[in-house]
């Protein structure tokens, strides 16, 4: 099995991966690489999202259809994923902790308001991600967030229905 560990932080705009593979205990050293640089394989990766302040929406999208096609795990962990991160609870295979902090807002161009139809549409985007409940709480509320977040719990998550990560 080979995990991708993703850990972004504020400020930074590489992320850390961690490439490990356990058939044989062979590890290779940390290595820095843009986001759209994640390599996945069917069956072989886990991806785990830490510490993720979001980015931008079509990167995010694409990199997420990449890893529903491949059927590949998706782990979020850390203390919070925020903005496009949360994206990622729409994955085929994903599971969350229960003290992470998901963090929902209005989709914008790096924090300029958009017109309404890219509003709209980029809106529709995010939301297409999203298990049913949550799809519909982010386009009839979270959407319209313009400053912060709304702040929702793993906790709350793993009450609605998703996966708690086993340790």
């Not at 490439?19 to 356990?22: A, M, N, R, T």
């Given at each position: 099995m080979?995990?991708?560990e993703v850990d972004m932080k504020a400020g930074n705009s590489r992320i850390l991966l961690s490439?490990?593979?356990?058939a044989g205990a062979l590890a290779i050293a940390l290595i820095a690489f843009p986001l759209a640089s994640v390599p996945v394989r069917a069956g072989l990766h886990v991806?785990?999202?830490r510490n993720d302040i979001g980015g931008r929406i079509d990167r995010r999208a694409e990199l997420l259809d990449h890893l529903r096609a491949r059927g590949d795990r998706v782990e979020i962990r850390g203390h919070y994923?925020?903005?496009a991160c949360t994206m990622y609870l729409g994955a085929e295979d994903v599971c969350i902790e229960p003290d992470n902090v998901y963090g929902f807002h209005c989709p914008s161009f790096w924090g300029l308001a958009l017109n309404d139809a890219s509003f709209d549409y980029w809106s529709r985007v995010v939301a297409s991600y999203y298990p049913d409940g949550l799809r519909q709480w982010y386009m009839q509320v979270a959407r319209h967030r313009v400053n912060g977040h709304y702040r929702v719990s793993g906790r709350e998550?793993?009450?609605l229905g998703s996966q708690q990560c086993s340790d």
């Open positions: 080979i995990v991708w490439k490990v593979l356990q991806l785990v999202a994923c925020l903005s998550l793993i009450g």
